[in-house]
């Protein structure tokens, strides 16, 4: 039983919208809130510190040793990204990063584009609690019907 509840939590903290349904059909409301916002909040916390620490290596190492970067090659998922960033905004992103957008990627365009923001985090956590209530409470109240 711990060893699901592990796997839950830990595919939580990635992939926030598939462990949702997985995870209300395994256990009872109150176990599955609570591992689903623990482990959405863990995956916040590890993805949006290790992004800053990458980024900030990739600044002082790469960037400011003289490496030449190359020139940056517009493909679909960068287009994406940009126009996420440029329709939602600061909010847009955190309220839909557990939802559509998977957590490292969520935290990264924070990392990369808020850097002054203050309380990414807990933003992000407000943005998880939330999304853990309506969804467990959608697939508690529906029951097994999606799965």
Do not use: D
């Not at 957590?103 to 924070?110: E, Q």
């Not at 990392?111 to 959608?138: E, N």
């Amino acid at each position: 039983m711990w060893l699901k509840a592990l796997g839950f939590f830990l595919l939580s903290s990635i992939k926030f919208a598939v462990a949702s349904p997985l995870i209300a059909a395994s256990y009872s409301f109150s176990y599955a809130w609570i591992i689903l916002v623990s482990g959405g909040i863990f995956g916040n916390f590890f993805f949006l510190y290790v992004w800053e620490h990458i980024l900030n290596i990739w600044n002082v190492y790469i960037i400011k040793k003289g490496v030449k970067e190359k020139a940056i090659k517009v493909n679909k998922s960068r287009r994406k990204i940009i126009k996420i960033k440029n329709s939602y905004g600061y909010w847009g992103i955190v309220i839909l990063t557990p939802v559509f957008v998977s957590i490292p990627i969520g935290a990264f365009l924070l990392v990369q584009y808020y850097k002054t923001k203050r309380y990414k985090f807990l933003h992000l956590c407000i943005s998880v609690t939330f999304w853990a209530t309506i969804y467990i409470s959608f697939f508690q109240f529906f029951g097994n019907i999606f799965i």
